[in-house]
């Protein structure tokens, strides 16, 4: 989409995209993002330094910045996997039981355990 001037006025899907830079030598990761609702969660995060929001001035009515970059702490950063449910057979569930419940038995010793 394009105003009066021939602008674009928002990114394209391919042009909107969270970028997260760090090395072991930093103390501190670099995220760019142009994806809303990242940036949403960015400027909530107390923990995140803006250094800098990129706003679209041809379209002057949009309240939201296109782009956002900025710092995080190292330690504030997790990444997590989809959480995927296993399928278990009877069998498989009933060993995965008795497992429990010998995790789950009190024991004397350390060595008693193992």
Not at 4 to 31: A, G, H
Not at 34 to 52: A, C, G, T, W, Y
Not at 59 to 70: L, M, N, Q, R, T
Request: hydrophobic content about 25%.
């Amino acid at each position: 989409m394009k105003n009066k001037n021939n602008e674009k006025i928002y990114l394209t899907s391919p042009e909107r995209e969270t970028i997260i830079s760090w090395s072991d030598d930093d103390e501190k990761i670099f995220i760019y993002s142009s994806q809303q609702p990242m940036i949403r969660k960015l400027r909530k995060n107390k923990l995140f330094e803006l250094k800098e929001e990129h706003f679209n001035k041809s379209y002057a009515c949009y309240p939201s910045p296109i782009s956002v970059e900025g710092y995080i702490p190292k330690n504030a950063l997790t990444i997590r996997a989809k959480i995927t449910k296993r399928k278990l057979t009877e069998e498989q569930k009933k060993e995965v039981g008795e497992r429990l419940k010998k995790g789950r038995e009190p024991w004397k010793t350390p060595t008693e355990r193992v």
